[in-house]
Structure formats: C-alpha cells, structure tokens
C-alpha cells in the first residue's frame, strides 16, 4: 500500500490549517508558501476536504480553516476525504464486487488483518496530535 503525494499534502495542509491562529482564515498562498506546495494543487486537494465538511472557505481571498476542532479530525477522515476508502487490497473494498476467490482464499485473513490495524491507526491520529508535533520539529 503507497500513499500518493496528494495524501501526504492533504494531511500536511490540514496540520498548517490546525497550527493557524482559531477562527482565522489561512490564505492557500500562506500554505503554498509554508511548505513549498503550489496554490494549484492546494485548490485540488481542499475541494474533497471541504466536500467532506473538514474545512471551511471564505471567498478567493479569504483562506480556509478546519470546520470543528483539531482534537475531532483524524488522519483517517483526512485520507478518505482525499482517496475514498483505504484498504490494502481492492477485494476488502466496500464497494467491490465479492471475489470469486475469496472462499478458499488462504491470504484473506492476513490482508482483513492488516485492513484492521492500518485503520485503526489513521484513525487514532488526531490532527492535534500532527500539530502538536508538526510544531515541536
């Protein structure tokens, strides 16, 4: 499993967004200038994020900020806002169709496993968590 450089921009956006001053606005050229990202491809990735209800925008000059608290968005929710469910095969898919395979499948086990224990940690990673360490380096 290879998270894509818009997953790692998506949550690196969101950690700036959680550092900003409460309440304020924070302008995607702030962001694009932070962390080298190019407003672009910031546009694209805080559409799904604000389809999701994970942030909030004002106007073209007006930035973004995140829609509830820090301590309530997991790296999870940030991940399938950008890339929809995260599973390590497409088989445990919730919208894939059943494997034809998957009765006498002997890996079904390992990968229903590693689904598990990969959600269960994206999911305990709270954005104020990222933050607090995003700002401790």
């Not at 962390?35 to 073209?60: D, F, N, T």
């Not at 608290?69 to 469910?85: K, N």
């Not at 088989?91 to 959600?119: D, K, M, Y």
């Not at 994206?122 to 607090?132: F, N, P, Y």
Request: glycine letters at 8%; proline letters at 4%; one cysteine or more.
């Amino acid at each position: 499993m290879k998270f894509s450089t818009k997953d790692r921009y998506a949550l690196l956006l969101m950690v700036e967004l959680a550092s900003a001053t409460p309440g304020e606005y924070l302008p995607l050229k702030a962001v694009s200038d932070n962390q080298g990202i190019s407003v672009k491809y910031l546009e694209q990735i805080v559409a799904p994020l604000s389809k999701a209800g994970l942030v909030s925008g004002r106007g073209s000059q007006g930035g973004y900020r995140l829609s509830r608290s820090a301590a309530q968005i997991t790296a999870g929710d940030i991940l399938r806002a950008v890339e929809g469910e995260i599973v390590p095969v497409p088989c445990l898919a919730t919208s894939a169709e059943s494997c034809p395979h998957r009765a006498q499948c002997e890996t079904l086990g390992f990968w229903e496993g590693l689904n598990q224990v990969i959600n269960q940690y994206i999911d305990s990673a709270t954005l104020e968590k990222l933050s607090s360490e995003y700002l401790s380096h």
